[in-house]
Every structure is written in structure tokens, then in C-alpha cells.
């Protein structure tokens, strides 16, 4: 629901009386309470630091396994869960939902454990070396992991897809494109009735592939980053250590199709953040980690993207709607309000170990998210 709330602008009377006061009008937005489809949350004290920027903003999460040691077993999930649980504050009622870690020794049997368990929602595709922890990844898919598949089909587990290939002879930004040519599109054919999550992507070639598939069982998420920015953000005065993700940002003609993709209504497309915090020195060093926390933020630029392409009406069933009906649940029945109102970013956020540095650090964003 889309409201206006008119407010009046102060001016100086300068021999002008009985003028009405011009008004100014402010836009506020009530949807129904988001969910993150995909978060890194991480552990010990970081996780403790950030836990209640997520919280704030969303119902559910679907929590990324990758730590040291990854989130293999349903059992090592049930116990990163309680650790989320521990560490939310008092009176939040966010659910996170729990993935497991694929590898090559990844059982049938653990599948249907996970299933189940009711705490493991999905399980995910690192490629090895893709990304931030990945060397426990997988090497030979096709090989290896088949029987996996088989039962997660059987299950209805849906599997999340870090869509990148590793092979160091193909150029970073075309990785995407060769991973659903070569990888993607080969196991849909094999297995037609996995649902597939096609994570953050950044592509136009991963739009029409996901926008090619039977609708519910091949989506996307997609980030803020992926909206708002483009590959010169990296660079543009000198190297931007906190523009730095994996799967890398791209050309500007991929932002676009992005966009047009999510601002269209299609139900293929829904939230997921991948937020991805990292103490300062470790991203502003000589080789630094890939990851944009974005979760203070993130709420504020899907809004701000919405608004610019006239889609603010189809922005609740992206970041409320989507998510929840492809993967069968209820939809949150608590709303949010997004207001257009001006509010800083904060610097850095502090935490025992550090500090951690938000997207758009001391940038002033145009919606301010509160609850109800």
C-alpha cells in the first residue's frame, strides 16, 4: 500500500498574510515483511555484530553454510542455527532457514535427513575457489554428485547455484555466461524437476536462461549491488576494496537487464541480499576478501530502484512474494513501512574484533525502512 502524507514547509512571512502554506509531500510505503533469500551471517563475534541489521528488516533468511569448517551435515546445521538464535535480540521473531554445503561426499542419505530435519531448507553449489571459503567445493558435479541430485529431486530440496565457473583461462566477467552454457543448462536438461536457485545473478544472459525456464522451478535472486552499480565502481577514484564481490559487478548494459528484469513483475526474480560481511583490514589489503555488506542498506536501494524504473508497485511481491511461493511457505503476515525520507549511512559499524564498513558508508539514501 502506497500512502502520501502531506507536511507543512516553514517559510518567513515577508509581508504576506493570509498566504496558505505550501505543502510538502511524503511518500510512504507499507508492504508485507521481506524475507533474504540469501545472507551470509557468519559466526562468533561477527555474527553477533550483525545479526540485528537482519533481523530489523526481515522475516526469514536463507543463511549461507560456507564458514570454517562449512555447514556439511544437518546436524552442524541444527547447531549453527541455535548459535543464530542465541544470538538475535531480545523479542525478534526473524527465522533463519539453514542450507547445507555440497561436496562431493555429500550422501543420498543426508539429503533426505536434511529434508527431514525441518531446519535445512536447501543446499548449496560452490564450484571450488568461486568465492569466500569455496575450496571444500565442487569439482566434478556431473561426476560426482549425481546420486545427490537424484534424491534432492525426490525431496524437493532446491539446489542454490553459485553460478561461475573456475577455470582460470576464462576471463572473470564471462564466467557467469560460460557456467550456465556449460554447467547450468545441462543439468536442467538431466534433472528438469530440481528447482534450481540461480543465486545474485549479474548477467543479461542469466536473465533470459532463468526467464527461459519452467516457471517454480528455476529462479533468481538478485542483490543491491547487482541494481545500483556497475563494473566502474570498482575503480572509479582509485580501487574501491568495498565494490568488490563475487560474482564480480559487470558492464552497465547487464545492470540494465537486471532492472527491467525485477521491476517487470516477474515471479522468477526475488531478494537475496548476499550481504557478506568482513572486518576493514581484511577487505583493504593487498589481497583482499570479496563480499559487500549490505544489510543496513539493502531495503533502501531495492525501494530506490523500484521507484526510478515507476515500479513501486511491484516491489512488494519481490521482496515479500516471490521468495516465499517458490519455495512453498506462507507468506510473513507482518508488514514494514518504507518512507521517503533522507537518512545517513552509517561510517562503519563496530564489533569486537573490528569494525566493518556498509555499503554506501556516509552516503545519504532516500528511504528510511522502520516497522510498523
Known amino acids: ?87 538475535l535480540p531480545t523479542n525478534s521473531h526473524f527465522t533463519p532457514l539453514m542450507t547445507l554445503y555440497l561436496t562431493e561426499s555429500t550422501s543420498p542419505k543426508e539429503i533426505k535427513h536434511a529434508r527431514e530435519s525441518g531446519v535445512v531448507y536447501a543446499v548449496k553449489l560452490y564450484p571450488a575457489g568461486a568465492t569466500t571459503n569455496s575450496q571444500d567445493g565442487v569439482t566434478d558435479l556431473f561426476g560426482k554428485c549425481l546420486p545427490v541430485i537424484e534424491e534432492m529431486v525426490k525431496q524437493n530440496m532446491p539446489l542454490l547455484v553459485h553460478g ?56 533468481a535472486t538478485v542483490t543491491p549491488q547487482h541494481l545500483v552499480l556497475n563494473r566502474n565502481s570498482i575503480f572509479q577514484g582509485g580501487l574501491q576494496p568495498h565494490n568488490y564481490c563475487l560474482p564480480v559487478l559487470k558492464r552497465e548494459s547487464h545492470r540494465q537487464a537486471i532492472v527491467s528484469a525485477v521491476t517487470s513483475g516477474s515471479k522468477r526474480f526475488f531478494l537475496g541480499t548476499d550481504s557478506a560481511p568482513h572486518e576493514r583490514r581484511r577487505k583493504e589489503c593487498s589481497c583482499g576478501c570479496a563480499g559487500i555488506y549490505n544489510a543496513p542498506v539493502a531495503l533502501s536501494l531495492y525501494a530506490k530502484v523500484f521507484e526510478e524504473a515507476g515500479a513501486l508497485d511491484k516491489l512488494e511481491a519481490f521482496t515479500s512474494f516471490n521468495g516465499p511461493d517458490f519455495y512453498g511457505l506462507p507468506r510473513n503476515t507482518s508488514k514494514i513501512k518504507l518512507t521517503k525520507s533522507q537518512w545517513k549511512v552509517p561510517e562503519s559499524f563496530s564489533y569486537a574484533s573490528g569494525e566493518i564498513i556498509p555499503m554506501f558508508a556516509g552516503e545519504t539514501l532516500e528511504w528510511l525502512p522502520s516497522s510498523v
Open 164 to 219: 561461475e565457473v573456475t577455470d582460470p583461462k576464462v576471463d572473470i566477467f564471462d564466467r557467469e555466461k560460460i557456467f550456465i552454457d556449460t554447467i547450468l543448462k545441462p543439468l536442467i536438461l538431466k534433472f528438469p524437476l530440481l528447482k534450481v536457485v540461480m543465486e545474485h545473478v549479474t548477467t543479461a544472459d542469466a536473465v533470459r536462461f532463468v526467464e527461459s525456464c519452467e516457471e517454480g522451478l528455476v529462479a
Open 1 to 87: 500500500m502506497i500512502k502520501t502524507l502531506a507536511s507543512n514547509l516553514h517559510f518567513s512571512n515577508i509581508g504576506v498574510l493570509n498566504q496558505a502554506k505550501p505543502k510538502r509531500i511524503r511518500m510512504e510505503l507499507s508492504i508485507t515483511q521481506p524475507d533474504d533469500w540469501h545472507l551470509h551471517l557468519r559466526d562468533g563475534d561477527l555474527l553477533e555484530a550483525i545479526i540485528s541489521h537482519s533481523a530489523f528488516h526481515y522475516g526469514r533468511a536463507i543463511v549461507m553454510p560456507n564458514l570454517k569448517p562449512p555447514i556439511k551435515r544437518t546436524a552442524e546445521a541444527v547447531v549453527y542455527r541455535e548459535s543464530i538464535l542465541r544470538a
